[in-house]
T-cell receptor, first 117, second 113 residues
Framework: GAVVSQHPSWVICKSGTSVKIECRSL??????MFWYRQFPKQSLMLMAT?????????EQGVEKDKFLINHASLTLSTLTVTSAHPEDSSFYIC?????????????FGPGTRLTVT | GNSVTQMEGPVTLSEEAFLTINCTYT??????LFWYVQYPGEGLQLLLK?????DKGSNKGFEATYRKETTSFHLEKGSVQVSDSAVYFC????????????FGDGTTLTVKP
């Protein structure tokens, strides 16, 4: 199988603090992981592409200094929301790509619910 | 650019009813097409996929056929169950773009007993 975990599953933090979310591929190596944000009853918005050993690629409109991404190993990517504010409250979902040679499949984590008070 | 348009929800059906959720796409070339399902409070799970024209993806009684002539990938199930209640997302991606996906807005399905 292909399992992706996220930690924590939910977190509440105070405005102005930073929060780190981990995304792990448990039984495969992933050179590429994606971070999405999902608002209630809406689709997934791709925030950034995380590449192992290199800088993340951010989508237009996403502040790279606010959403720090580190992909330090082939099984772990982290998203740090810096100086969080209530408008950052959301459901954050990561996914990891499995495959190669031009054939990929995307496996999703269970999501992390962030609430900023 | 690429885009995916899904039938607007929410969709409410009685158990054992027939389900169709429409999905059309705009893209160049030959993307792969996917249906994902999201249960409340969870991430997305791949339901089925098709990688080329006329392919039919199927899983758990759901199926969808890749129709290039109509740029569609409609999801169908002959007899829905209460446990099928979830949000369904249609998506496309290109293998040449390292799996980066474009998602539709999602369709919420509620099945009543």
């Amino acid at each position: 199988g292909a399992v992706v975990s996220q930690h924590p599953s939910w977190v509440i933090c105070k405005s102005g603090t930073s929060v780190k979310i981990e995304c792990r591929s448990l039984d495969f190596q992933a050179t590429t992981m994606f971070w999405y944000r999902q608002f209630p009853k809406q689709s997934l918005m791709l925030m950034a592409t995380s590449n192992e050993g290199s800088k993340a690629t951010y989508e237009q409109g996403v502040e790279k200094d606010k959403f720090l991404i580190n992909h330090a190993s082939l099984t772990l990517s982290t998203l740090t929301v810096t100086s969080a504010h209530p408008e950052d409250s959301s459901f954050y979902i990561c996914s990891a790509l499995k495959g190669g040679q031009g054939t990929y499949e995307q496996y999703f984590g269970p999501g992390t619910r962030l609430t900023v008070t | 650019g690429n885009s995916v348009t899904q039938m607007e929800g929410p969709v409410t059906l009685s158990e054992e009813a027939f389900l169709t959720i429409n999905c059309t796409y705009t893209a160049t070339g030959y993307p792969s097409l996917f249906w994902y399902v999201q249960y409340p409070g969870e991430g997305l799970q791949l339901l089925l996929k098709a990688t080329k024209a006329d392919d039919k993806g199927s899983n758990k009684g759901f199926e969808a056929t890749y129709r290039k002539e109509t740029t569609s990938f409609h999801l169908e199930k002959g007899s829905v169950q209460v446990s099928d209640s979830a949000v369904y997302f249609c998506a496309l991606s290109y293998n040449t773009n390292a799996g980066k996906s474009t998602f539709g807005d999602g369709t919420t399905l509620t099945v009543k007993p």
